[in-house]
């Protein structure tokens, strides 16, 4: 997407809140512990209303995701 439009990734690389986290990842592959638990935080919630909203075994494809994506960020290094 930089590529597409270098314009707006120097928009976005010089922000005061997003900058920061997006050289990280570029430069070190690193997530924050925060951006850590966002995600996990939002894939619950995903799980939950899946749960909730959906039958038994198509309820089960968000969790699966959640377990292979979690298990990748929770692995990549800290800030």
């Known amino acids: 997407f930089a590529r597409s439009s270098p314009a707006l990734e120097a928009r976005l690389m010089n922000h005061p809140a997003f900058g920061h986290h997006i050289v990280a990842w570029r430069e070190k592959g690193v997530v924050s512990r925060r951006g850590k638990w966002s995600a996990t935080t939002a894939f619950g919630v995903s799980i939950a209303i899946s ?5 038994m075994p198509l309820s089960l494809i968000p969790l699966g995701v959640a377990v292979i994506c979690l298990s990748w960020i929770w692995r ?3 800030i």
Do not use: D, G, S, Y
């Open 51 to 55: 749960f909730a909203a959906m039958a």
């Open 76 to 78: 990549k290094p800290e």
